[in-house]
């Protein structure tokens, strides 16, 4: 059975980090495009960032130079550092694995066949 379980999350100021981690139990993912989502509170859920199996990275304009992603394919394991936190990155985040080795270049979440249960942030000003 494929799961993702997610880490990490937590409360932080406006400013601070955090580290996110996806792990992932039931599968191999070297082959996979993985991905990081966010539903903010009333929000749709948006894409914040993934990255496809041969490392290349793609992030939503809202976080370009403030989040990094990145993949651990020996620990089955993807990351994702936070910094310069703002509190309208609150939310919950969940990783998600892509059907496909590729990304989707419009984050479109029907490309992602599995997801995790979601890990809250809350930033505060």
């Known amino acids: 059975q494929v799961q993702l379980v997610e880490s990490g999350g937590g409360s932080v100021q406006a400013g601070g980090s955090l580290r996110l981690s996806c792990a992932a139990f039931?599968?191999?993912?070297?082959?996979?495009?993985m991905g990081w989502f966010r539903q903010a509170p009333g929000k749709e859920r948006e894409g914040v960032a993934n990255i496809d199996s041969g490392g290349r990275t793609r992030y939503a304009e809202s976080v370009k130079g403030r989040f990094t992603i990145s993949r651990d394919n020996a620990m089955n394991a993807l990351n994702l550092r936070m910094n310069s936190l703002k509190p309208e990155d609150t939310g919950i985040y969940y990783c998600?694995?892509?059907?496909?080795?590729?990304?989707?270049?419009?984050?479109?979440?029907?490309?992602?066949?599995?997801w995790g249960q979601g890990t809250q942030v809350t930033i505060s000003s």
């Open positions: 039931g599968h191999y993912w070297s082959r996979n495009c």
């Open positions: 998600a694995r892509g059907a496909w080795p590729s990304c989707s270049g419009d984050f479109n979440s029907r490309s992602y066949n599995y």
